[in-house]
């Protein structure tokens, strides 16, 4: 049997991955000592990666496919086909961000202001690639973690950071001064993998359901009896990715009506409909939305 290899990111993006695969329907069993976890699907194995490390792996083909975040195919470098953008993170559905940042009272207002200065960083090819364009020189040194405290304790001028609200830079003291790049986690495949038509077909369901599934996570389904002569007051105000979908109940001058709506609509949506004739109104949860 054929078998696709399937790298997981380890870290930060473990458990929201293994969480957003649960919804498009595989389950990932993870204990906390194994680095090969049991999926169940016979045609894929799995492997747990760092995900600074996982555009090497696929590039190499030692995976067919994995997801890592498109910052760190940017700083390996790596020659990998991008299957889909998949917007997700442990603390919200946003774009990660890359910024430069300096202590509140630093004099540092603007990149011009970085030549001759030093930068610390985990994304550190990316990072001087970036300052190069930019025709500033400055000295970047990789960080091998705590970086935020590098900066407050003087060992560089500048640190050149992850954040997605930019909360925690500002509780430490930090001030940012510039957004280098967005990043997104991404589901990457091998080049000679996506050649293969069998391997292929099953990237492309799995980035199918990811996908779906993410989507779905912020609509929900509405069903809702409406009077036939108040179906129209009802449908100007309704919502939906196509057409709702509307049906005669039996032997009854009611409506049926069906929709799907973005979830954060449905708290001023619900008492809308009601005032328009609608009754009977119930949520549901969405698992894919294809």
């Known amino acids: 049997m054929q078998q696709l290899r399937l790298g997981v990111p380890k870290g930060s993006l473990q458990d929201a991955t293994i969480s957003l695969f649960q919804k498009s329907g595989w389950r990932i069993s993870l204990s906390s000592r194994n680095y090969f ?153 091998n080049v000679d993998s996506w050649k293969d038509p069998w391997k292929r077909e099953k990237i492309e369901q799995i980035s199918l359901l990811l996908q779906g599934a993410l989507k779905a996570e912020n609509m929900v389904g509405l069903k809702m009896n409406v009077p036939e002569d108040k179906v129209g007051n009802v449908m100007e105000i309704l919502p939906s990715l196509n057409a709702p979908t509307v049906s005669h109940l039996y032997q009854s001058e009611w409506l049926a009506i069906e929709v799907v709506v973005d979830k954060d609509q449905v708290r001023e949506l619900i008492p809308a409909l009601m005032k328009r004739g609608a009754e009977g109104i119930i949520e549901y949860p969405l698992y894919k939305v294809i």
């Open 37 to 189: 976890p049991e999926i169940n699907d016979s045609s894929i194995s799995c492997s747990i990666c760092r995900a600074q490390e996982m555009s090497r792996y696929v590039e190499s083909g030692t995976f067919d496919v994995g997801l890592t975040g498109k910052d760190w195919i940017l700083e390996n470098g790596s020659q990998v086909k991008v299957v889909a953008d998949l917007i997700y993170s442990k603390v919200s559905q946003r774009p990660t961000r890359w910024v430069l940042a300096v202590p509140l009272e630093s004099e540092i207002k603007e990149l011009a202001d970085l030549e001759g200065k030093k930068i610390s960083t985990e994304l550190t090819n990316f990072t001087r690639s970036y300052f190069k364009e930019q025709g500033v020189n400055v000295t970047v040194e990789f960080s091998w973690g705590a970086t935020e405290a590098k900066v407050i304790d003087g060992l560089c001028d500048a640190i050149v950071e992850v954040t997605e609200t930019g909360s925690t830079m500002r509780a430490n003291g930090l001030r940012i001064v510039h957004e280098l790049m967005q990043s997104n986690t991404q589901l990457i495949a």
